[in-house]
């Protein structure tokens, strides 16, 4: 069972940025791809972005243009650069790989 570790969440200020890692470990095998989802109150989760282990990406409509995802293969990292945001990005940010999730990070977008 692969463990993941969300961070990088906080408060921030329309059209500001924040940066999210997830850190994988405890797989015995390199870990193909991983994604980042999100959930809002009262609304379903949601993917945002993903990437496979190739480098191979897709976003939702939502956040294109304005989020980045990334990875590092050596350190088992997933990041998700996170620009222009808006207060309809408030959400509790998940990270996915496999069957495996992180406990999330809470992301509010708020003046």
């Known amino acids: 069972q692969v463990q993941l570790v969300e961070s990088g969440g906080g408060l921030v200020q329309p059209g500001g940025s924040l940066r999210l890692s997830c850190a994988a470990s405890?797989?015995?095998?390199?870990?193909?791809?991983m994604g980042w989802y999100r959930q809002a109150p009262g609304k379903q989760r949601e993917l945002v972005a993903r990437?496979?282990?190739?480098?191979?990406?897709n976003y939702a409509d939502s956040v294109k243009g304005r989020f980045t995802i990334s990875r590092d293969n050596t350190k088992n990292t997933a990041y998700l650069q996170m620009n222009s945001l808006k207060p309809e990005d408030t959400a509790v940010y998940l990270c996915s790989a496999g069957a495996s999730w992180g406990q999330g990070t809470q992301v509010t977008v708020s003046s």
């Open positions: 405890g797989s015995r095998y390199s870990i193909n791809a």
């Open positions: 990437i496979t282990s190739g480098g191979s990406t």
